[in-house]
């Protein structure tokens, strides 16, 4: 089965990103998605009603994630 939800935040999280920065972003997006209470606004992303909640956890977990890959990215130049 396709999990299109987790496919768009892995996604999220790798946009122009080079491959260590991209491993790093989707640490921080599986982190993220695993333990929803300690990223703000994950866990009440997922309460959303129907299918909206079962994607929009993944996607700002992936934000989270592309945030930190581009902190790292940074960090690198």
Do not use: C, H, N
């Amino acid at each position: 089965w396709i999990v299109a939800d987790e496919a768009a935040g892995t996604f999220i999280s790798g946009i122009g990103l080079a491959l260590p920065s991209a491993l790093a972003a989707l640490a921080v997006f599986r982190v993220a998605d695993i333990f929803k209470a300690a990223f703000p606004g994950v866990a009440p992303a997922e309460r959303l009603p129907g299918g909206w909640g079962i994607a929009a956890d993944d996607i700002l977990a992936g934000v989270y994630g592309l945030a930190a890959g581009w902190a790292v990215q940074t960090a690198l130049a």
